[in-house]
Structures are given as C-alpha cells and as structure tokens.
C-alpha cells in the first residue's frame, strides 16, 4: 500500500514543517472523519460502516463495533476521551444519523435520525462532552441546525426566525467532516458552498441564533468552502475551492482576525490546491496546515502566507488539543501521524 505519508515529503523545509510517520489503520475504505483526543487517543471514521480507535499514538488501530447495520458512511467522528465519542453518518433522508458510545463502541445509542428526506447531514462539532451543534444543506431556502445540550439524547432544530435565509442550493460540504468549528463555550461557525456565494454563518449564543458572512472565497455547484478552523476567539481560516479541479487554487482560502465578522483574502502566497480540510497546530501561535486530496500546504502567520507540500494528499486532519501532534487520514485507509517541531 502506497504511504499517504509521500504526503508531505520535502517540497517544504520551514521551521514547522512536519515529521512524518506512517501507520497501518487495518482497513482499505476512505477515511473522512478523524478526531484526535490526546497524544495517545484518536478517533477515525469513513465509508463501511467504520470506526476505528488508538489508545497508542497509533501504533495500532482497533476496528470498533459497527453503530449501524446499514451501509452506512461516517464522514465526522467527535471524541470526547478514550471511551466516549460521536459519529455523524451522511447521505439523504434517514442516512444522516449521529450514534455516541460511552464504552470505546461496544454499545452505540441511535440519537438523531434525519426525518426529512431532501436533508442530507454534512457535520458537527461539540463544545464538550454534553453541548454540540450538527448542520445539513439548505432545503427550500431554509438552513437546518441543530444542537443539543444533553450529551445528544435530545436534539432540538434552531428556528427559522433565528437563523437568515439560505441561498439556491446553499450548504455544507461533508469531505472531512471540518464544516463546522467551534470555541469556548459559546462560538461556532459554519462554512458553505455550492451556491452563488460562500459563507460562514456566524454564532455567538451556542448555536441559539446565526448570522450570515460573506467570503471572498469562490463558490459554485461544487465549489465554496469545504473547512473551517480557529485558534482562538478572532483568527480563523476557511480552505476549499473546487473538487471538481483540484488543481486549481482560485480564491479558496480566507482568514479573519475579527471572529468572523470578516473575512479577507491572504496577503501573502496562497493555497497550491483545492483543499478540504484545515487545522490549526494548537502548541504553536499561528500554524496551520491545509489537506486536500493530492497535496498540502502550511502557514505560520495564521493563513496570511501559505507553502506548498509536496506528495499525496489527505481528506481530513485533526490536532491533538495542546499539542504539535495530529494524523492525517484519506483514501485506501491511510493513516499519517505528524509532528509540527518541538519533541513530543
């Protein structure tokens, strides 16, 4: 099996540029949901009904019991700890679905199944163990969202009255379940696409109540934004473009350094490739690495200045919290652990 890990090879020596190493993940399906707990604890998740664990750093990763008995494609995992966890699973109608395991996936509780059939769920992402919010494309001009703050027994759809209007055919991309990012107990953002505009809705009451910002980013039916990450509070970075072309790199990257109120393009080199998945390092102030299905790039200057990584790509990422520590997950069951500087 060829090594995702040709995934970030030379092309790039910089101060943060990445150790590399590659693991067996046991499996061969695609790989889009990935969440890293600690140093020692990751999640990851993709088509057939997967959903694997290491309690190791990766040394070795463990097939987990199967949530669903459907054909069913988990695009986003969201761990809490070693033992606890949620897995969105995709597709229209009551193909979405969100499970939760309390005990490392020997039981998996069944807690939201999409009732309508033209909703199809894209991603989510959780404050804590407890608070979290799940989004699906727009239907009928209107955005569905929804959140829960009991841990997922009870999952509650914002109104319409709290929530602006959607574009045609405005929603999320679920390429690496990173379409939703959150902080702190009270922020979050979604990124979307496949509109006559991209944008990231914007919320500050823990998903009570949205607003709508433009982007300069491209958008189009296959094109927008694919992910979206902060490092605090006031800068984040939007990564996408066009899955379509992924050779292209047209206007699909943008930062703010307002919490999103705007949104602006970098000032400095951008993206060498349509990308699908952005993360910040959270041991370093401003490093962030940017995944796409055949390539990567980094910046250290929180997304204003951006340099290419050479050999293949990754749909999905996730840092360890604290850490300079992350794996990166894709095709064919690829699994790469990476190190950004410093000794972990």
Known sequence: MRLLIALLLVAWQGPSAPQRTAQDSGVAVRLRGISAVSMQVAWASGAGNTVLRTTNGGASWERLGSPGTDALDFRDVDAIDARTAYVLSVGPGAA?????????????????????????????????????????????????????????????????????????????????????????????????????????????????????????????????????????????????????????????????????????????RGLSGFRSVVAHVPATDGTFIALGPRGGDVSTDDGQTWSPLAGDGADTFSAAPGTFTGWAAGAGGRIVRLTFGGVE
């Open 96 to 268: 979405s679905r969100i499970y939760r395991t309390n005990d490392a996936g020997t039981r998996w509780d069944l807690q939201f199944t999409n009732a309508d059939p033209d909703a199809f769920f894209d991603g989510m992402a959780f404050w804590d163990a407890d608070h979290g919010v799940a989004v699906s494309d727009a239907v009928q001009g209107a955005f569905i969202i929804i959140r829960t703050d009991d841990g997922g027994r009870t999952w509650v759809r914002v109104q319409a009255d709290a929530l602006p209007p959607a574009l045609p055919n405005e929603g999320a991309f679920a390429a690496s379940g990173t379409s939703v990012a959150v902080f702190a107990q009270r922020l979050a953002w979604i990124a979307t696409g496949a509109a006559s505009r991209a944008r990231v809705l914007r919320t500050t009451d823990a998903g009570r109540s949205w607003q709508a910002v433009e982007t300069p980013v491209r958008a189009g039916p296959s094109a927008g934004i694919f992910s979206i990450a902060f490092r605090d509070s006031q800068h984040g970075v939007v990564v996408g473009g066009d899955h379509a072309k992924e050779d292209q790199a047209i206007d699909n990257v943008a930062v703010t350094a307002d919490g999103g109120v705007t949104w602006a393009r970098p000032s400095g």
